[in-house]
């Protein structure tokens, strides 16, 4: 769910960033800009739905939401711990505006800051790992990466001759009667979803994208205004559909766009000429973007 899709400053027709991430019944929250509260509304996102928060820096765009949408998790007295990341060097920026005006708490916020490559959080639905990005204050990009499962194989099955609660034994079991799981079934791989937001090209950038079934990027910037992108830390739609192209992503979520640009289109053109050929979106605020179906 995109919740707003403006770089700097909101426009008339962009709210600041905001993205919010279903994962099997969990949701996750990324980087809220001002105004995020506001566009939960808009967008039928409740306090309740939000399980875990990313920050990727500590930039207005990407943060000023904490404060409202922290005090409103309060309000709102959602029942589950919320888990809060960003960059640990940016801890006072988040006491702030976690402490921004007063209020009553009544959630369990539990502030689990990013200072390393490498796997965050475990859960049975997913990893979630950060990797450092290039940007003139220090950020994280996101990555959740679902566990392999196994797909059972219906003419498979019917040739070894199990049936009925077999089934589930053999998926438990990992054998029976000298039938492995194996001959039976085939792997199933994890989906993996990306977050990057303003950054330069890096290491990172593409460690992130690989083999994702969701890629969200920044592409502030179009291609003519490379250099801008450089000296500010950022991406151009063709260098974000390049490492798409390369990481062999299969949906790709352009956002993040500098207000200096009138036509969107124009991102989706320079995305194609770039030669990425999967699934593409150029966002607007309150987009409603579906994981591809697994493979
Ligand atoms: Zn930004």
Redesign the pocket.
Known sequence: MVLGTA??VPTRHRNH?GYLLRWDGEGILF?P?EGTQRQMLRAGVAAHDIDRICVT?F?G??SLGLAGVIQRINLDKVPHPVSAHYPRSGQRFFDRLRYATAYRETVALLEAPVDTDGPLVRTPGYTLEARRLSHPVEAYGYRLVEPDGRRMLPDRLAAHGIEGPDVGRIQREGSLNGVALEDVSEVRRGQRFAFV??TRLCDGVYALAEGCDMLVI?S?FLDEDEELAVDFG?LTAGQAARVAREAGVRHLVLT?FSQRYPDPEEFERQARAAGYEADLTVARDLDRVPLPKRR
């Open positions: 770089s700097q960033n980087d800009g820096h930039h765009d990407h937001m303003d920044e502030t950022h993040h």
